[in-house]
Every structure is written in structure tokens, then in C-alpha cells.
């Protein structure tokens, strides 16, 4: 049985008691306990159910790699699935409960998956669910929501709180081992500003438990002199419960802090997301230790020999009263040692290597544990827990040898570097077959825009693994990352380190060599997922020869672990069966976060009103305090209406229309996006956003333009105009601001990167007021505007006039067909220009319009609208704006996408304008009913509506849309489709419903 052993614990105070329940049992353990460890002590070695076959599963490993003992965590607002007991620290009332049973822990129905494994093989979902094709619907899918996932999504509203927190420095270590403090000493002496991040509570990583002796004395003391000597640099910053959880490029990485999670309620966030620009990244992550792939390899009580090492000295806590060790390394000899010394049984060590181990296996065998060279583990026998041995020989195929009793295995098949960090930024790997690992290519190092390195692995992440090697080693990654970063100090040279000799690990993929296949499928790679040897095997017989391939094929190292401790033994595995070196089948791809992150921490605080921030115009709380009904356009709130007491929405905009149209309205304009463009070559960059030609633009003249993507399709439109010969302003949809700016600066940081061009996205500086209606001329000039007439001031021209004591530039452009007026102002000014444009208005009636009011009027006007007429797919061509497209311009984005032959199909549908016969306002989006069928006996589709509105001008329904062959049938009429299965008929008509000569815009 598992039990706190009397003395020891390196992390504990045995003073202070806690109390913690788990699946509703009360227990306790000690403070510096973590869960998994005060769930050992109290004996409770099963800890959760595997997810496919329902398999017993307890605690495997001591840290971020640990697979089965996934728990919720909490209660209610504070509840949180599959956090991983290795490593959430005790704290007195934990709430914790095991995951992945019903009805219980111990009596879990799903375990017949287990009986009936062998037809649940890998990949039989790809073969089992093509048919009957009814079954999809009423059974198999069904069946797979119900068992899909791991724990139980949290119902309440998230309790804690969370935030971002944004870092620059010279040197960033990832890993707070011997090598990243190290690293992080000789960068920081260097006279490089360090950031040392460690991923648990504690510093000093597997140096505090394995110890040796450095600088004459014990290797602790030293990792104590280095903590205490960074703590008092001024220019290191150290966190510890920080996680690297991804490194990108430029330097940039993430670090996941857990504030509180070992103190509940204390004030302040739970958790805090890094953001981080370094110079260099030192990745001191250290190194996994794999399992072996044998029989029963997943019963609980199987544990990494270093996890045993790790809960006897660092929380006094014994896996088990006899616990025989398998290993092809010497490193596991350091476990039967510690244990031997707590008083615990090691009944025997297996040594799958026929010469067998070194100084540490005389060691042992001096301290009368029995070593058995060339032998291993045929199967483990128990259920809920570990009962006996099988003992074979390595190189046969399982006969059994002898049976031993015992109550707990540890199992070494090596160490793994830690690459993932490394790897994430493009960093490449080689296979170094001495230590059977893939360790970081010096060689091919992740690098920044100037092509330099940026990411330097040390220590056991880097493949050294004594203790001279490890310090050596990470002196010089600390080095080479200050002075790449310009500190040009030296550092102390390395202390001297006494190293162990060891005999050289042997590779064991599968024990024994030999297994036979009732074996095999007994032998786990990946613990969470229930994915075997046995499996990976038959995805090579199957073909899956690639290992993303059968990575996908089988599910190896899909689980939450990502493969930690799976992934290497699996892909030796797929390398055998396919009689192909290690390094030809490679590994999967390593993608961030290294361990799961909360959903909370990647919000940080967005959440509740600040979820998405509302951007406000000026006007804005003048629009509230006249009764605006709001509607949401990206990020802005603007004015749909403006009801009056007892009056509808419908009313209020046929008010407003017909007030502008007779007299003056008002429109806060102020979110269209404008955007700056300036520089010597400003006007040959427009030329290639936009389909016509901006470079000819005369300075205080304005230019319609259509911009399209690199695929031909029209994504924004809007007026430029040309402030003077360097300088353009481009007008952009209001949704469209940010996404246009960063379309330019994404072709001028890719493409166009030796153009002499700058944009600044100056939507917020100005407030921006539409002034519009027969009467909008005579209300300017009576704020002092002077030449507004259109011999002075013509259609499509600017100005800079001052208007009621306010500079201000005027835009003589027209949304609505009226003579329209839109002045722009700095926004801290736009509240007093809009109140006196309303004060000078008032004898003609003057009201502001919203934005449903703007669309009509748009809409007789014939004029698109981006989101509307345009879903992605469409091109100015559908939309019969071929004038807007330049003929003496050699290219612009999307013109060679516009000469493909779908692009020309002459069946595009096209744009008309739509009338219902009885007048009535046609549905929106309602699609357009052909004669006949479509292949698959539907109604055949022959167009849609685009737009469809009331228009108060007019007394009738109008409506815009795409339809086949649309212009060349004007007076068709052809039905729509309702909601209701029924047809409404309209006729086909010229999109321009009002003024179509464009008179009273021009007057």
C-alpha cells in the first residue's frame, strides 16, 4: 500500500495539517504537499479511468508530464476540469474529484470497453461508422457526444479573476533547474536584463532530489547560493510557479503564472498570461523521463522510477511497501537506492542491458538488492492496483521466468531532452543514437527576421546530463545569450562538479523484444488515450507510414499530455514495424502551449462590460440623451433611430428620411474608418489597393475606390482623397478600419516593403458630420463657411473652411443623393460643431438620421453596401461597377483573380434592384425560384436578395440583389421564396430607384 513514511520530505511542514476531500472522502496531508502526493499518502493509489477502454489509472509521473490523474478541481464559480494533481500544491478545503466514470471511481460501467478491446481497435471509428448510413443520426453520433471529452465543462460564471501582463528583456530562461539558474547567473553578469521563469514552486529542479556534489560541496547548497545571488541582482526578475508556454517569432514568448491557485481567495488574480519580447531565449527546460512498454504497463502503482524517487524525498511519500525497479539506465539505481535507504523493500532490479549498469549498480547490489541483468517484465499482474511481476528475459518473447509480489513498479526507459519550446519557433532536432533522443540542433536553431539564432537550449534540454556537463553548458548558454543582446561583461567560469560514471543506456521500444501480440495489446504508449503498441503497430500494416499519419490514425499523443511521455516510444515503435531509422520517421509536430493554459488566462480581462470595449463618437452621449436606439457596428454603437414618444423604429426612420430628403438631417459619420497613406510612393501603393487610379487624383479632389483581395473579391469600399501630392486619406466602411489598415500593412511589410510609404489609421482623431439636404448649403454658410456654391465648390472636391469658429475640412460627397456636405473636425470638437449645426438648422427642422435612415436612402440610390452586396464572394463586376475599374493600369490586387475563367462565367448573378408587385417589402436574404429542379430534386436557385427595405420616397418596397442573368432580363418578374413555403413575385428593375441623372446631389 502507499503511505507517508515517518521521517523525511524535503517540501513538507508536518506542522501544518490540511484538509482536503476527494470524491467526497475527506483526507489530509501536509502544507508543500501537492495532491497527488496527499493522495498516495492516504492510500488512494487509483486516481481516474482512461478514456477510451475505461482502464484503471493511477498517478505515473511526479509533474506537467503526468497523463491519468487529471481532476475538477473546485466547486461552482471557482470549478475547473482536468487539472493534473502532480502538480496543484494542497491547500486546506480542496475540492477534488476523479474524472471520466460512471457510477463510480471504483465501479465504472464504461470498463466493458476494456472486455470488448479487441474490437476497438485503432482507427475502427474510420471503419465502423460509414454505414448504415441512418445509424450517423440516431446512433452513432448520439453515442460519441455523449462519451466525447475529458471532465465536465464548468456551468457557473468564472469567480476568479485574471490578466495580461506585458514584459521586455534582454534574456529570457525558460526552466529554473541547475542549468537556468545558471544560465541565468552568467547572462545577468554579463550585464544583460534577465527574466527567469520556473513552471513549479520550487527552484533547483531534479539537482534537489538526485543531489552530487559541486564546488566541493553538496549540490543543494549551491542551488541555494545561485537563488540567493539572483534574488539580489538588481537587474533579474525571477517568477517561479511561471510556466514557458510558448516561444513564437521575434523574440516573442508566453509564460502562464498561477497567482493563487495554492491560495484560494487571496486577493488578486488567479492566474496571469505573459507576454513577453526578448532578445534571447535560454530553454533550460530540462527532461522527461520515458515509461517502458511493457504488459500492465498501465496499472496503477506503474510509476517513473524518477516519480517514486521524487514523492519519497520530497513529500516522504512510499508508492508502495515492495517495489521492484525495471530500467535500461543507471539513472533508475538511484531509486531503488532511496528507497532502500527509507527502510522500503526493492525486492528486485531488472536490468533490460545483458552487461548491466555501472557504479550505481554495484551500489546496490552492496546495499543487498537483488540486480537480474538482461531480464524485464513480461506483464504486471493486478487490476486496481499493482499485486505481482511476471519476470522474463529481454530477449526472448515473454516466457515466465519467476513471479514477484509487490505493490509497486518503477520503470525507467531513459530521459527525453524537453525540446518543445525549441521546436515551436522552427528550432530542428537530431537523433543522437548514444543517448536514444532526439535532443535541439545547434546547427538549426529557431531565428529572428536578421536570420540570427534566438533560442539557445541548455543543460538536460540540450541532451547533457551530468552534472560538469549541465554547468559548463549552461554557463555558455547564458553567455551566448547576453552577448548576442549586446552585454559585453564576462562571467564567472563554471564551478567544478564530480560526475558518476555510468554504463550507456540500451534502447528498449518494447519488452520484451519479443512479445508476442496477446502482449503487445496489453502494452500502453499513451495512458490517457488507451493507445498500445499493438496499435501503432497496425497502423504501419494499414500504410499510415508517416507519424502524423499515425499520430491521427491512433490518437497517439492527442490526449492533454501532448505526448509527453508517449510520443518517442511511439514513433520507435512505428520505426521498427516499418524497418526504418528513428530520425526517417521524425517526430510529430510540437505546437504551444507546452501544458494546457486556462480559458481565463487567454482572456485575461476581457470579460463582462470590457469583454469587447465599446469605441463612442463624440456625439455620443448627446445621441443618448435624445433617445437613440443603438445597433452595433464592429465595435461602435451608432444610432439606428431616433424614436419619438409612441413612435416605432419603422416610423422614426420614415420620419427622418423624408425630413432629409425635404430640408436637412444630420449624420455622425464619425465611425468610417480613415486611414492615412503618405509618402513619395503613396500614390503608386493606391494604385495597387484599388481597382481605379488614385495616382492621378488631383490634390482637394475626391475618388470613389474599390478595394479587393489578392482572390479577385471586393472587400471595401469608400471616397479617397488627396490632401496633397504625398498624402491620401482613404475613407473605409466602419467596420472595415482595422482590418483595411493591417490588409495595407501587411502588402507594405511583405510585398512592397522598399516603398516609401507610411499609414496611420486616424479614425478616432476625427469626428466627421454628414450635412445633408437641399438646405444643408445655406445652414453651412450661416456658420461662416464662405464659396460653398458648386461653380467654387464642386461634387467630389474638399475644402478647408472654419465653420462656426471651428477649422474645419469639408468633403463634398453624397451617400443619399441629396446635396450632402461631410465635415471633419477634431474629435475633441466634434460636440460643439454637431450642437451648432443643429442650433443653425432648427428653422428648417433639422434632425439627426441613423443609420437605417442612411441605408434606404443609399438603397434608392442604387448605391452597395460592403456586408451587404457583398459576402466574400462577389466581384465589382456582379455588381456592375466596371467603371470603377481602371483599363490603363498593368495590375492591382485581384485583377489576374478577376480573369479566371469562374470569375468571367457569364452565369454569375449580377446586380438589379428589385420591385414586389403589390408593393410589399420582399424578405431579406429570401433566394430567387428558377423553373425545373437542381440535381438533387431542390428548387433550382437562379439568385438572392441582397438588400430590401420600406422606402418612404417612393410608398413602396424596394430591393436590391443578385440574380442570373439580371440585367438582360429588366422586367422579368420572378418569385422569392418565404420563410413559409410560400413566392412573393417582384419584377426586375434598375438598381437606381431616385434621382437617377444624380441631379439634386450635383445641384
Known sequence: MSTRLSRGGR????????????????????????????????????????????????????????PNALMGLGADGTFEPNQRATTQELFEGLASESQNHWPSLDFDVGVVNSRLSRFFPAGFYYKTFMGPRAFWKHI????????????????????????????????????????????????????AKVLLVEQ???????????????????????????????????????????????VYDHGYALAYERLTDHVPGHDGPRHRLWRIRAGQIVTATGAIERPLSFAGNDVPGVMLASAVRDYATNWAVSPGDRTVVVTNNDDAYRTALTLKAAGLSVPVI?????GGGGALAEEARAAGIRVENGKGIAKV????????????????????????????????????????????????????EAGAMFRPNAEQAPTGADGAPFVIPAGSADGEFSLPAILANARAAGLAAAQRTGATAEAEAAPEATARDETPIEPVWMMPQGAGRELRAKAFLDYQNDVKVSDVMLAAQEGYE????????????????????????????????????????????????????????????????????????????????????????????????????????????????????????????????????????????????????????KPGKCRYGLMCSENGFLIDDGVVARWDEETFLCHTTTGGAERIHAH?????????????????????????????????????????????????????????????????????????????????????????????????????????????????????????????????????????????????????????????AHMTDPSRWKLVGLETLDGSVLPEGAYAVGQGTNANGQARV??????????????????????????????????????DGGRVPARIVDPVFYDKDGEKQNV
Open 11 to 66: 517540501l513538507l511542514n508536518r506542522g501544518a495539517r490540511v484538509g482536503f476531500t476527494f470524491n467526497g472522502k475527506r483526507m489530509s496531508g501536509f502544507a508543500g504537499d501537492t495532491l497527488a502526493s496527499a493522495l498516495l499518502a492516504n492510500n488512494q493509489m487509483l486516481a481516474g479511468r482512461s478514456f477510451k477502454y475505461h482502464r484503471p489509472r493511477g498517478v505515473v509521473a511526479s509533474g506537467a508530464e503526468e
Open 140 to 191: 452513432y453520433e448520439p453515442v460519441i457526444r455523449q462519451s466525447a471529452g475529458l471532465g465536465k465543462a464548468p456551468k457557473d460564471r468564472d469567480a476568479d479573476r485574471y490578466e495580461h501582463f506585458y514584459a521586455f528583456t534582454d534574456v529570457l530562461v525558460i526552466g529554473g533547474g541547475l542549468a537556468g539558474l545558471t544560465a541565468a547567473k552568467a547572462a545577468a553578469e554579463a550585464g
Open 200 to 246: 513549479t514552486a520550487h527552484w533547483g529542479g531534479r539537482t534537489m532530489v538526485d543531489g552530487g556534489e559541486i564546488a566541493g560541496g553538496a549540490a543543494e547548497a549551491h542551488v541555494e547560493a545561485l537563488v540567493t545571488a539572483l534574488e539580489a541582482m538588481p537587474n533579474v526578475t525571477m517568477r517561479n510557479r511561471c510556466m514557458g508556454a510558448g
Open 350 to 354: 531488472l536490468d533490460a542491458r545483458a
Open 381 to 432: 499482474e493486478g487490476g486496481k492496483r499493482v499485486t505481482g511481476v511476471a519476470i522474463c528475459h529481454q530477449a526472448g518473447e515473454g516466457a515466465v521466468l519467476e513471479t514477484i509480489s509487490c505493490d509497486a513498479v518503477a520503470m525507467s526507459g531513459g530521459w527525453s531532452p524537453v525540446v518543445h519550446l525549441w521546436s515551436h519557433c522552427g528550432g530542428k532536432l537530431t537523433w543522437d
Open 546 to 697: 508517416s507519424v502524423e499519419h499515425a499520430k491521427r490514425y491512433t490518437t497517439l499523443g492527442m490526449a492533454t499530455d501532448q505526448g509527453k511521455l508517449s510520443n518517442i516510444n511511439g514513433l520507435a515503435v512505428l520505426s521498427q514495424s516499418l524497418n526504418t531509422p528513428i530520425p526517417q520517421v521524425g517526430t510529430t509536430t510540437f505546437r504551444p502551449p507546452y501544458t494546457p493554459i486556462s480559458m481565463g488566462a487567454i482572456a485575461g480581462e476581457a470579460r463582462g462590460e470590457i469583454f469587447q470595449p465599446l469605441r463612442r463618437t463624440p456625439m455620443h452621449a448627446w445621441h443618448e440623451a435624445h433617445g437613440a436606439h443603438w445597433e452595433p457596428v464592429g465595435h461602435w454603437r451608432r444610432p439606428y433611430c431616433y424614436p419619438k414618444a409612441g413612435e416605432s423604429h419603422q416610423d422614426a426612420v420614415a420620419r427622418e428620411i423624408t425630413q432629409t430628403r425635404k430640408a436637412l438631417g444630420l449624420l455622425d459619420a464619425s465611425t468610417l474608418g480613415k486611414i492615412v497613406v503618405k509618402g513619395p510612393d503613396a500614390g503608386k501603393f493606391l494604385d495597387m489597393l484599388y481597382t481605379n487610379m488614385m495616382s492621378t487624383l
Open 744 to 900: 495595407m500593412e501587411e502588402w507594405l511589410q511583405t510585398e512592397w516593403w522598399d516603398w516609401k510609404v507610411y499609414v496611420a489609421n486616424v479614425t478616432e482623431q476625427y469626428a466627421q458630420i454628414a450635412v445633408v439636404g437641399p438646405k444643408a448649403r445655406e445652414v453651412i454658410e450661416a456658420l461662416g463657411a464662405e464659396g460653398m456654391d458648386s461653380q467654387t465648390f464642386p461634387f467630389m472636391a474638399w475644402e478647408d473652411r472654419t465653420v462656426a469658429g471651428i477649422a474645419a475640412r469639408i468633403y463634398r460627397i453624397s451617400f443619399s443623393g441629396e446635396l450632402s456636405y461631410e465635415i471633419a473636425v477634431p474629435a475633441s470638437q466634434g460636440l460643439a460643431l454637431w450642437e451648432a449645426l443643429h442650433a443653425a438648422g432648427a428653422a428648417h427642422g433639422v434632425m439627426p438620421y441613423g443609420t437605417e435612415a442612411l441605408h434606404v436612402m443609399r438603397a434608392e440610390k442604387g448605391f452597395i453596401m460592403i456586408g451587404d452586396e457583398t459576402d466574400g464572394t462577389v466581384i465589382p463586376q456582379d455588381l456592375g461597377l466596371h467603371w470603377a475599374i481602371s483599363k490603363k493600369k498593368d495590375d492591382y490586387l485581384g485583377k489576374r483573380a478577376q480573369q479566371r
Open 942 to 979: 437562379i439568385g438572392r436578395v441582397t438588400s430590401t427595405y420600406h422606402s418612404p420616397t417612393l410608398g413602396r418596397g424596394i430591393a436590391m440583389g443578385l440574380v442570373l442573368n439580371g440585367p438582360d432580363r429588366m422586367g422579368e418578374v420572378i418569385d422569392f421564396g418565404r420563410i
